[in-house]
């Protein structure tokens, strides 16, 4: 059974960093593009950050690039978010999601994990 678990979320000041982990199991973690969501209240849930099943390409949103790190271990079957220069508007529970389908795979989603950024 596949299974997302989203770690290291929590309360921050603006202007800190947390680093979002992301442990997989139960499905072939190096064939799957891994993703990082978040979802603000009110709000669509937005694409954060991607990186390719290898870890050869990431991309990013615009409105977090140059403060956000996305990287995997496909030994630990691990994904993380690195996320500096926190903003308040970077408040959002955060998901993490595994994407097969480029080779006609499935997608799995995590449970979410609450970043809050205020002082």
């Known amino acids: 059974q596949a299974q997302l678990v989203e770690s290291g979320g929590g309360l921050v000041q603006p202007g800190g960093s947390l680093r979002l982990s992301c442990a997989a199991s139960g499905f072939s973690f190096s064939t799957y593009a891994m993703n990082w ?17 290898r870890g050869g390409n990431t991309n990013y949103a ?7 790190t996305i990287s995997r271990d496909n030994v630990k ?11 308040p508007e970077d408040t959002a529970v955060y998901f ?8 006609g795979l499935y997608v799995y989603w995590g449970q979410g994990t609450q970043v809050t950024v205020s002082s």
């Open 96 to 103: 993490c999601n595994a994407d097969g389908r480029f080779h």
């Open 37 to 53: 969501y978040r979802q603000a209240p009110g709000k669509e849930r937005e694409l954060v950050a991607g990186i390719s099943s």
């Open 62 to 68: 615009d409105s977090v690039a140059g403060r956000f």
């Open 77 to 87: 079957n691990t994904v993380d978010l690195q996320m500096n220069n926190l903003k």
